[in-house]
């Protein structure tokens, strides 16, 4: 398998699936709409729609159920992010490759359009008991990720997250912040792909565990580009973490370590995906390839 093509092409099929749940640039409200889809089709790396796909496949899954999942997940991710780079966060300025949503739209659009974006993940989950008879596997997908967002996973971390800019952390606090603001979302992408698959509830758990893993690496990895790459590659600026006197897991405890616990994070979410009797040779990889990601 060559994965970068394959990876190219389930990038462009996530991004195609997306495109189609985005709302109308029309009517009273077209501002707020193009400033939702503004940040919509900036690009990003759509992880967490191939996540859910890939997840999906594993456990035998064929249709298109998953697809307005795919959509509403981007949307909320997205939401995330267009509110994490709001001045009364991290106020930071390029997203994306592109200006921050407030930056070009202003603050209030920002706010706006970042909640716009979480209600219409909702109302495009839903769309999905018209794609399936299975009603209880729709509403098991989307008990998770009301729940892996909330107080209890991303917005909970986030919080934490913020509050504490400026303030010395221990460890337990920023496992705390890491586990929720970013596995919660990366947890609730591939648990999203196994109860709309039928998994069981064993199985379940081993994907919740892998992706926890995964969001923990996948964070960290982020707090090594904030100190090692460019603007120009990562699309966001650098130092951003610097700037807002947070400490990071390299702040704790340096690059170089840092690097280590990535690479054992996502051996050990690749050993709990083994444990499973199915097998997905391209979601193996790209566990793999996200140690080494330079965006
Ligand atoms: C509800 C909200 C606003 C959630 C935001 C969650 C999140 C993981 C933000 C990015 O973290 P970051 O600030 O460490 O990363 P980046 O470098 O992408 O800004
Ligand atoms: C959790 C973090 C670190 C926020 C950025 O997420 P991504 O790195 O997945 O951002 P995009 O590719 O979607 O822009
Ligand atoms: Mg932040
Ligand atoms: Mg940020």
Do not use: W
Not at 26 to 40: C, D, L, R, W
Not at 47 to 66: H, N, Q, S, V, W
Not at 156 to 168: F, I, Y
Not at 207 to 212: G, I
């Amino acid at each position: 398998m060559n994965f970068k093509e394959e990876l190219k092409r389930r990038t462009e099929e996530a991004e195609h699936v997306i495109r189609e749940y985005l709302p109308e640039e029309s009517g009273f409200a077209k501002t707020m709409a193009e400033a939702m889809n503004y940040s919509m089709t900036a690009g990003g790396k759509r992880l967490r729609p191939i996540l859910i796909r890939e997840t999906y496949e594993l456990f035998g899954g064929k249709d298109k159920l998953c697809e307005p999942f795919m959509a509403a997940m981007e949307m909320i991710h997205t939401h995330s992010l267009i509110h994490d780079d709001l001045p009364a966060l991290d106020n930071d300025d390029y997203r994306r490759g592109r200006l921050t949503t407030h930056k070009v739209y202003g603050e209030a659009m920002g706010v706006l359009s970042g909640v716009a974006l979480l209600n219409r993940a909702y109302e495009v989950m839903l769309s999905a008991f018209d794609l399936t008879e299975d009603k209880d596997r729709v509403i098991a997908a989307m008990r998770i990720i009301a729940d892996k967002t909330g107080i209890n996973g991303m917005l909970g971390g986030q919080s934490v997250d913020v509050e504490n800019d400026g303030k010395p952390l221990e460890h337990k606090m920023l496992d705390y912040i890491y586990k929720n603001k970013t596995s919660a979302l990366i947890e609730a992408s591939m648990m999203t792909g196994a109860v709309l698959a039928g998994a069981s509830e064993k199985e379940l758990e081993i994907v919740e565990q892998a992706a926890e893993n995964i969001g923990l690496a996948f964070q960290i990895q982020d707090d090594i580009l904030d100190v090692t790459s460019i603007q120009e590659e990562l699309g966001k600026p650098i130092h951003s973490d610097e700037k807002n006197n947070k400490v990071t897991y390299v702040s704790l405890v340096g690059a170089p370590a840092a690097a280590s616990r990535v690479k054992e994070l996502s051996d050990h979410a690749v050993e709990l995906l083994d444990d499973l009797d199915r097998k997905n040779g391209f979601l193996d990889l790209l566990v793999e390839s996200l140690v080494s990601r330079r965006k």
